[in-house]
């Protein structure tokens, strides 16, 4: 079982930066991958950027590419989102989600945490 905390979201003016956090805790050590979702008002949910612990291979969606980045801090099991250039668009609650290896592996998703960007 692995718990998922998500903080740093909050608001700031378009062009301004955030980063979000997600603590993991339980046992971690079956991860596969780690991602941001978010879902925007009126839009389905949505994968922003993963990572695979295992190789540190990256993904981001296209529309955060050069802005976003995503990292994993394997000591202390937290995830982050550093995010720049904010846009009003990237407006949305942010959720971390983790996967289990395998083909029946365990999804897992934190509470979420809202980011809102003025115009």
């Known amino acids: 079982q692995v718990r998922l905390e998500e903080s740093g979201g909050g608001s700031v003016q378009a062009g301004g930066s955030l980063r979000l956090s997600c603590a993991a805790s339980g046992y971690t050590d079956n991860t596969y991958s780690m991602s941001w979702f978010r879902q925007r008002p009126g839009k389905a949910r949505e994968g922003v950027a993963a990572i695979y612990p295992r190789s540190g291979t990256t993904y981001y969606v296209d529309s955060v590419k050069g802005r976003f980045t995503i990292s994993l801090d394997n000591a202390n099991n937290t995830l982050y989102l550093q995010m720049n250039s904010l846009k009003p668009e990237d407006t949305a609650m942010y959720y971390c989600?983790?996967?289990?290896?395998?083909?029946?592996?365990?999804?897992?998703w934190g509470q979420g945490t809202q980011v809102t960007v003025a115009s």
């Open positions: 989600h983790s996967e289990d290896s395998g083909p029946n592996g365990a999804i897992y």
